[in-house]
């Protein structure tokens, strides 16, 4: 009996995913729970696991296709397994029944968009394709963004500089000297956000600097008792998530988010940390922090750090998020723009501590400062809120027993 491998339930919002990589082919026996393939959404990858043992009779999609949730993978021949195999290679004669798409690709009625994806619709409203001109590859003549595009770069060289005015015209010059890499789903995604942050927020970024002598100095003399009590390092993270949290409680815009026409104000403070991964930027959540201890909050930035860059974040790991930190100082950046993570108002970019010269009580000391800047919606945060909460940041790193008293 063959069996269907459907694409699981991804998360909330998430309805499209791309097969990255296959790790059967048709023919293989095939274990419970084997992993079969991977498959990359625009948050993180999953991979997809025999629900039964057999051997794989078909794979019903390429790598590098897209797919939606619920929607076939491969068929295995449940309890196949050795003299079975050869089966399969009889079974790409029914995909032979895969020519049937030339009819479809030869219609003219073209894509049926209004059932088509929200993505596949919004790029081609934005682009202007007109549904006969798209060859869709989904079921039921639904169209993928990859049709959508598709049918963008077939648009005539004459109608081109209107479209895509950037685009190439011609060869290019050292095309053997380059190379070509498609983008992942994820790099594809971060692209998309950034620029949806700047095209619909107002936003604007302030600058303040922090003295971080006091903090190093109850670094340097509580770290070795702290790891010794609690298994963990005593960071720096610790201290300005518990600092923006404050300024967070007093200066609710800051965690806010608009919905509609209205603004929502949240009363809990799950903190997104950005961490950079071979894979691109993600930004798992650390959750309820204001709940956390020091220690709490260093193991659990510790346990997202480690998962981000061993690819085991979950979509959970990454949904929602009232507010993010990013810190670009561990790359040495001096100072930095930050970029809104939507929909939240507001992001606090961390930075490289340097030695300057300050005048600390009329003489002029060198002391460890570190620039600080928070990107804002202008939308939701006035000037003076913004001002304010990166003053409070400053105020609580400065002095950092008013973290310990609650002042």
Not at 198 to 226: H, I, P, S, Y
Not at 255 to 273: F, H, M, R, S, T
Request: charged share 25%; glycine share 10%; with cysteine.
């Amino acid at each position: 009996m063959a069996v269907e491998i459907k694409v699981p339930a991804l998360g909330e919002s998430v309805t499209e995913a791309t097969v990255a990589k296959w790790l059967v082919k048709a023919g293989d026996a095939v274990a419970v729970d084997q992993p079969l393939c991977e498959l990359e959404t625009d948050k993180v990858t999953v991979e997809v696991n025999a629900s039964v043992a057999g051997t794989i009779a078909e794979l019903a999609v390429e790598e590098g296709a897209s797919v939606q949730v619920g929607g076939v993978l491969c068929h295995i021949e449940a309890g196949a397994a050795g003299a079975a195999a050869p089966k399969p290679a009889a079974a790409p004669a029914a995909p032979k029944a895969a020519p049937a798409p030339p009819p479809a690709a030869a219609a003219p009625a073209g894509a049926n968009l209004a059932a088509s994806g929200p993505a596949a619709r919004k790029l081609a409203e934005e682009k202007g394709v007109s549904a006969a001109s798209i060859q869709p590859t989904g079921k039921d003549g639904r169209a993928t963004k990859e049709d959508v595009l598709a049918a963008i770069s077939s648009i005539p060289a004459a109608a081109a500089p209107a479209a895509r005015p950037a685009a190439p015209t011609g060869p290019r010059l050292k095309a053997d000297r380059e190379e070509r890499v498609k983008m992942t789903r994820l790099r594809r995604t971060i692209a998309n956000r950034l620029k949806e942050a700047q095209n619909t927020a107002a936003m604007l970024t302030t600058f303040n600097e922090v003295d971080m002598t006091n903090v190093m100095a109850l670094r340097d003399r509580l770290k070795d008792d702290f790891e010794k009590k609690h298994g963990a390092r005593l960071g720096f993270m610790s201290f300005f998530v518990k600092a923006c949290i404050a300024g967070l409680k007093e200066l609710p815009a800051v965690n806010a988010e608009i919905e509609g026409d209205e603004l929502v104000y949240k009363n809990y403070y799950d903190i997104g940390v950005a961490v950079g991964t071979p894979q691109g930027l993600v930004v798992p959540v650390l959750r309820d922090a204001d709940a956390l201890d020091f220690a709490g909050v260093e193991k659990g930035i510790g346990d997202l750090g480690r998962k981000a860059r061993d690819g085991k974040l979950s979509i959970a790991d990454l949904t929602g998020g009232t507010f993010t930190i990013s810190n670009g100082g561990v790359y040495g950046s001096l100072m930095s723009t930050p970029i809104l993570n939507p929909p939240q108002s507001g992001i606090l970019g961390m930075h490289k501590i340097q030695q300057r010269p300050m005048v600390v009580g009329g003489e002029i000391k060198a002391r460890p400062m570190m620039y600080l800047a928070l990107s804002y919606d202008h939308r939701i945060i006035d000037g003076r809120e913004a001002v304010l909460f990166l003053v409070k940041v400053k105020d609580c790193i400065e002095d950092p027993e008013r973290l310990l008293l609650g002042v």
